[in-house]
């Protein structure tokens, strides 16, 4: 089936610092989706990529999907107490597909 | 709205006890799922609808029944709980049209 592999797992980097999270997929997608995951929280729907080699902007945070629909990445800069969480990509096989499949995740702490 | 609500929050059963966790929306969204969160494993789709009536198994849908008899309401069954159905359950829900899902806010469930 279907995999998403997202990496780091986890990331401690001081505010201010960028943050990059990586996402590959052992098929091409459709599309892919970004969640954000706070401590405690339930996730919450960032952007949707479809189109390759797409590249799209909200404020501090830049996501990008790869030419082979087959990768993505999520880059935040310069880093606030407020980015802290979990952030996982999802991706869907293809069109029609209810079954997204989502990445493990890549854990956030900001140090102030 | 109340948009995706969850019941209960927090849930404590004994191995072979058997449970529903409640899932309701009022979005009018055709879509609904359930997802399971594990440490360090993401987000697992367990059964999902996409519509009245009509129900399909996700990656892991063993010891676990769904059934939607109206819009609004996607009921979890757990028919006989055993410890490795600890977790954190997850409702989404997103229209036919667009694939953003709406979270709620979970249920943990602890199996003893």
């Known amino acids: 089936g279907q995999q998403v592999m997202q990496i780091p797992q986890y990331q401690h980097v001081q505010e201010g610092e960028d943050f990059t999270t990586y996402c590959n997929s052992s098929?091409?997608?459709?599309?892919i989706q970004w969640y954000k995951q706070r401590p405690g929280g339930h996730p919450v729907f960032l952007i949707q990529?479809?189109?390759?080699?797409e590249v799209k902007k909200q404020k501090r945070l830049t996501f990008q999907f790869g030419e082979a629909k087959k990768n993505s990445s999520l880059h935040i800069t310069a880093t606030q107490t407020t980015d802290v969480g979990t952030y996982f990509c999802?991706?869907?096989?293809?069109?029609?597909?209810?079954?997204?499949?989502f990445g493990k995740g890549t854990k956030l702490s900001v140090i102030p | 709205n109340a948009g995706v609500t969850q019941t209960p929050k927090f849930q404590v059963l004994k191995t072979g006890q058997s449970m529903t966790l409640q899932c309701a929306q009022d979005?009018?969204?055709?879509?609904m799922s359930w997802y399971r969160q594990d440490p360090g494993m993401g987000l697992r789709l367990i059964h999902y609808?996409?519509?009245?009536?009509?129900?399909d198994q996700g990656e892991v849908p063993n010891g676990y029944n769904v059934s939607r008899s109206t819009t609004e309401d996607f009921p979890l069954r757990l028919l006989s709980a055993a410890p490795s159905q600890t977790s954190v359950y997850f409702c989404?829900?997103?229209?036919?049209?667009?694939?953003?899902?709406?979270f709620g806010p979970g249920t943990r469930l602890t199996v003893l």
């Open positions: 989404a829900t997103r229209t036919s049209g667009y694939n953003e899902q709406f």
């Open positions: 098929t091409t997608l459709s599309n």
């Open positions: 990529l479809v189109k390759s080699g």
């Open positions: 609808s996409v519509g009245a009536g009509i129900t």
């Open positions: 999802a991706g869907l096989p293809g069109a029609g597909s209810y079954q997204l499949t």
């Open positions: 979005m009018n969204h055709e879509y």
